[in-house]
Nanobody, 115 residues
Framework: QVQLVESGGGLVQAGGSLRLSCAAS????????MGWYRQAPGKQRELVAS???????NYADSVKGRFTISRDNAKNAVYLEMNNLKLEDTASYYC?????????WGQGTQVTVSS
């Protein structure tokens, strides 16, 4: 089992920045792809960004150029630097990690962008 704990969410004005962190614990040997997803009220959960163990990244078009995902394999952690936040970025953000054929999710952290 892998446990994921997110932190760093909060309330920020449009144009501001936040940094999300996700720490993995438990059976973290050979963690594969890690990523961030988000879900706004009434909408489906969507991929924001992902990163492989060797640092290959993938971003949703809506966040390209504004968000940066990074990873520290030694700390079993993944981060999401969010800049120039927009109202439409308001959502619950979830960390996901893949290990073998299993996927694990964190409990989520709320990001609210105000005008």
């Amino acid at each position: 089992q892998v446990q994921l704990v997110e932190s760093g969410g909060g309330l920020v004005q449009a144009g501001g920045s936040l940094r999300l962190s996700c720490a993995a614990s438990g059976s973290v040997f050979a963690l594969g792809v890690m990523g961030w997803y988000r879900q706004a009220p009434g909408k489906q959960r969507e991929l924001v960004a992902s990163i492989t163990r060797v640092g290959i990244t993938n971003y949703a078009d809506s966040v390209k150029g504004r968000f940066t995902i990074s990873r520290d394999n030694a700390k079993n952690a993944v981060y999401l630097e969010m800049n120039n936040l927009k109202l439409e970025d308001t959502a619950s953000y979830y960390c996901k990690a893949v290990r073998g054929y299993s996927s694990y999710w964190g409990q989520g952290t709320q990001v609210t962008v105000s005008s």
